[in-house]
T-cell receptor, first 113, second 112 residues
Framework: DAGVTQSPTHLIKTRGQQVTLRCSPI?????VSWYQQVLGQGPQFIFQ???????GRGNFPDRFSARQFPNYSSELNVNALLLGDSALYLC????????????FGNGTRLTVT | QKEVEQNSGPLSVPEGAIASLNCTYS??????FFWYRQYSGKSPELIMF??SNGDKEDGRFTAQLNKASQYVSLLIRDSQPSDSATYLC????????????WGAGTKLIIKP
């Protein structure tokens, strides 16, 4: 079975641009979470979606938005990019049960210049 | 502010020895604990999860949980050079049951 897939793997954007990151969860998983990880730190929670509904939002500005589609895939959108948005963006899927562990994709490395 | 604390390391361990990684957390109500391994430039990979006090073993890995002292540890027996990575501790936030709170990770170096 395929794991969590993310695209693209790398992305270079300039300040002020917009970006869309995509994620497909493990087959059978209904929950998708997005995390941002900067070098030397642990991941920071951005969003979680379960059954197409937003289940939680982390402490990120409104420039960050996401959605989940009927097939449980998800997109993360970031508008008006800042240099500080440069990071590894991680998508994780889980079954959605409360204690279920997260399984991560390979991530999208976003560089904002 | 809920926190998860880890020693950033690096922790250097000879090949074949036991590596011991520790993590403390601030939320006394936490119930779910996870260890992830992350190689440089890669995404986190789930190693172990533990929900009950005591030890949980999986191959060369043992997770230990002590809720009274609010710490969780990961032991790696017979350490191999391929175990060299950053190990991240994550704790599920009970107030918002959907998100994990992460430590900054401990860098482990296994010396041949």
């Amino acid at each position: 079975d395929a794991g969590v897939t993310q695209s693209p793997t790398h992305l270079i954007k300039t300040r002020g641009q917009q970006v869309t990151l995509r994620c497909s969860p493990i087959s059978g998983h209904k929950s998708v979470s997005w995390y941002q990880q900067v070098l030397g730190q642990g991941p920071q929670f951005i969003f979680q979606y379960y059954e197409k509904e937003e289940r939680g939002r982390g402490n990120f500005p409104d420039r960050f938005s996401a959605r989940q589609f009927p097939n449980y895939s998800s997109e993360l959108n970031v508008n008006a990019l800042l240099l500080g948005d440069s990071a590894l963006y991680l998508c994780a899927s889980s079954s959605g049960l409360d204690n279920s562990p997260l399984h991560f994709g390979n991530g999208t490395r976003l560089t904002v210049t | 502010q809920k926190e998860v604390e880890q020693n950033s390391g690096p922790l250097s361990v000879p090949e074949g020895a036991i590596a011991s990684l520790n993590c403390t957390y601030s939320d006394r109500g936490s119930q779910s604990f996870f260890w992830y391994r992350q190689y440089s430039g890669k995404s986190p990979e789930l190693i172990m999860f533990i929900y009950s006090n005591g030890d949980k073993e999986d191959g060369r890995f043992t997770a230990q949980l002590n809720k009274a002292s609010q710490y969780v540890s990961l032991l790696i027996r017979d350490s191999q050079p391929s175990d060299s990575a950053t190990y991240l501790c994550a704790v599920r936030d009970q107030d918002s049951n959907y998100q994990l709170i992460w430590g900054a990770g401990t860098k482990l170096i296994i010396k041949p």
